[in-house]
Nanobody, 116 residues
Framework: VQLVESGGGLVQAGGSLRLSCAASGSVFSIVTMGWYRQAPGKQRELVAAITSGGSTNIVDSVKGRFTIFREGAKNTVYLQMNSLKPEDTAVYYC???????????WGQGTQVTVSS
């Protein structure tokens, strides 16, 4: 499975960005796709995830501001980020997980910078 991300950039606080992640390869094996982020000096953390059945999980720190969704084929996932805050600044990574065996795939990361 290969993951290609796009959509990062620089935005002022209160602005919006949309990240996209396109999966290719053995996409039939994917059960969950999601977004993680890693700020300088911090551990990588889950932001939001969506299962192949459409169930979503969004962490409390971004709930109400970020939305994760798929459009059309299940192999493209988006992260809509609204009301961005400087603390959202991080490198955002797309993740895809398959099972049997369990394998995590990662994108190359895309920088999101929110200025105050």
């Amino acid at each position: 499975v290969q993951l290609v991300e796009s959509g990062g950039g620089l935005v002022q606080a209160g602005g919006s960005l949309r990240l996209s992640c396109a999966a290719s390869g053995s996409v039939f094996s994917i059960v969950t796709m999601g977004w993680y982020r890693q700020a300088p000096g911090k551990q990588r953390e889950l932001v939001a995830a969506i299962t192949s059945g459409g169930s979503t999980n969004i962490v409390d720190s971004v709930k109400g501001r970020f939305t994760i969704f798929r459009e059309g084929a299940k192999n493209t996932v988006y992260l809509q980020m609204n009301s961005l805050k400087p603390e959202d600044t991080a490198v955002y990574y797309c993740n895809a997980q398959r099972v049997r065996p369990t394998i995590n795939y990662w994108g190359q990361g895309t920088q999101v910078t929110v200025s105050s």
